[in-house]
């Protein structure tokens, strides 16, 4: 079966610099993608402020529930708390979420992160997938990447399928081999160009790996850093490719990173 993914920071649904609502634009844009699961990152689950100062252009739902609309069930995780709202992760599945728990990895006052965890059936087969918006301190980083390892290690069986999806503020890519020798996982763009056939085969006889780098996502315009990253166990990658250019330059400083995988 095929499974279309996709990751996403959406940056609150509005502009960078005017702060101007981009939600029904991008709700659109998320509708022409049509993905089965959706992994949202800093999605606004209350905003007053906004609310009252862009009425005609900002929903009365949820960020997270507006986006869903009929055709996705969705879980949210609340991480960031102010006094006039407050916004954290996002999942979206065509699939019914059979569970899903938020977990706070906050590692000081000045950045609230979550990783939130939902289960869903695909076709009689249970997959797990984490939600992760990273700090942007390196050592954050690492201890919010081994508080992950130790939340997946616990919350799902070694044998099952997973999908690891979000902004790992990872531009110098220093946690794929922490994540793939203690989880299994591989990168979407890492399992996309490994080699094949014969030349594979020699490769890995002469004990040569590929050096692949993540795809480059921020900033929107013109992508330059690698920050947000797919990383799978259980699945094989049909394709894989940043969404770049035209409406995507707009909607949101990151760019989306879309996928089409099979269940192996």
């Given at each position: 079966m095929k499974l279309r993914i996709a990751t996403y920071n959406i940056?609150?649904?509005?502009?960078?610099f005017s702060?101007?609502?981009?939600?029904?634009?991008?709700?659109?844009?998320l509708t022409q993608l049509d993905a089965d699961l959706l992994f949202l990152q800093e999605v606004q689950g209350r905003h007053d402020r906004i609310a009252i100062r862009h009425a005609a252009h900002w929903p009365q739902q949820a960020q997270h529930e507006y986006l869903a609309g009929e055709s996705h069930h969705v879980a949210y995780g609340m991480n960031a708390v102010y006094d006039h709202g407050h916004h954290g992760n996002a999942f979206l599945s065509r699939f019914a979420i059979a569970s899903s728990r938020n977990q706070d990895v906050s590692d000081h006052a000045y950045e609230s992160r979550g990783i939130l965890h939902c289960v869903v059936n695909i076709d009689g087969v249970e997959v797990h997938c984490y939600v992760i918006h990273l700090g942007l301190f390196a050592r954050s980083r690492h201890r919010q990447t081994a508080a992950l390892i130790e939340a997946v290690r616990a919350s799902s069986p070694p044998d099952v399928p997973l999908i690891i999806a979000g902004d790992f503020n990872d531009w110098g890519n220093k946690l794929s081999d922490f994540l793939r020798i203690r989880l299994g996982v591989t990168e979407v763009f890492e399992q996309q160009s490994m080699p094949h056939g014969l030349m594979g085969y020699l490769r890995k006889l002469g004990g040569m790996r590929q050096?692949?780098?993540?795809?480059?996502?921020?900033?929107?315009?013109?992508?330059?850093?690698?920050?947000?990253?797919?990383?799978?166990?259980?699945?094989?990658?049909?394709?894989?490719?940043?969404?770049?250019g035209g409406l995507w330059a707009t909607l949101s400083d990151h760019a989306p990173i879309v996928s089409t995988l099979r269940l192996k």
């Open positions: 940056h609150k649904g509005v502009t960078s702060g101007r609502p981009r939600i029904h634009a991008l709700k659109q844009a050096v692949v780098q993540p795809a480059r996502t921020f900033p929107a315009s013109m992508p330059w850093l690698r920050l947000d990253r797919i990383y799978l166990r259980g699945f094989e990658v049909e394709s894989a490719q940043v969404l770049r």
